[in-house]
């Protein structure tokens, strides 16, 4: 199996006009392999580079989290926390790095430490104080 870096599946989801050659290439790539590995890292790079370079609401990102979810090609990396993170995602205002952060560490046992108030107001987070 084959693992790629954000910028090759930013590629692959987004018609970016800039970066047309760019497109076609990593489309090429993923049609001649069955099956790509999404590591965890790439994940939350992918919202990031969704939400500040390319400025896609919310919901756009969801659209495009949950295909990574549903497509057979693409093996993502700890594939129960992505599905439990993208579920917090979408049922809170945490950013999506967050909701990896929270639900690795509900997968461990542990509780969470911040001093985020929007994560702080999740189960199983405690806001850092004084």
């Given at each position: 199996m084959?693992?790629?870096?954000t910028n090759v599946l930013v590629r692959v989801l987004i018609?970016?006009?800039a970066q047309i050659e760019q497109v076609k290439l990593a489309r090429q790539f993923v049609e001649k392999h069955s099956q790509l590995f999404i590591?965890?890292?790439v994940q939350a790079e992918l919202v990031w580079v969704l939400d500040y370079s390319y400025k896609f609401t919310k919901s756009e990102i969801v659209y495009f989290l949950?295909?990574?979810s549903e497509n057979a090609s693409f093996i993502l990396q700890y594939e129960d926390q992505f599905v439990a993170a993208l579920q917090?995602?979408?049922e809170s205002n945490v950013n999506f790095s967050d909701c990896l952060i929270l639900q690795a560490s509900r997968d461990e046992?542990?509780?969470l430490v911040t001093f985020?108030?929007?994560?702080s107001k999740l189960s199983q987070v405690k806001l850092l104080t004084r």
């Amino acid at each position: 199996m084959i693992a790629i870096d954000t910028n090759v599946l930013v590629r692959v989801l987004i018609d970016d006009i800039a970066q047309i050659e760019q497109v076609k290439l990593a489309r090429q790539f993923v049609e001649k392999h069955s099956q790509l590995f999404i590591s965890q890292l790439v994940q939350a790079e992918l919202v990031w580079v969704l939400d500040y370079s390319y400025k896609f609401t919310k919901s756009e990102i969801v659209y495009f989290l949950k295909h990574l979810s549903e497509n057979a090609s693409f093996i993502l990396q700890y594939e129960d926390q992505f599905v439990a993170a993208l579920q917090l995602f979408q049922e809170s205002n945490v950013n999506f790095s967050d909701c990896l952060i929270l639900q690795a560490s509900r997968d461990e046992g542990c509780q969470l430490v911040t001093f985020d108030k929007k994560l702080s107001k999740l189960s199983q987070v405690k806001l850092l104080t004084r």
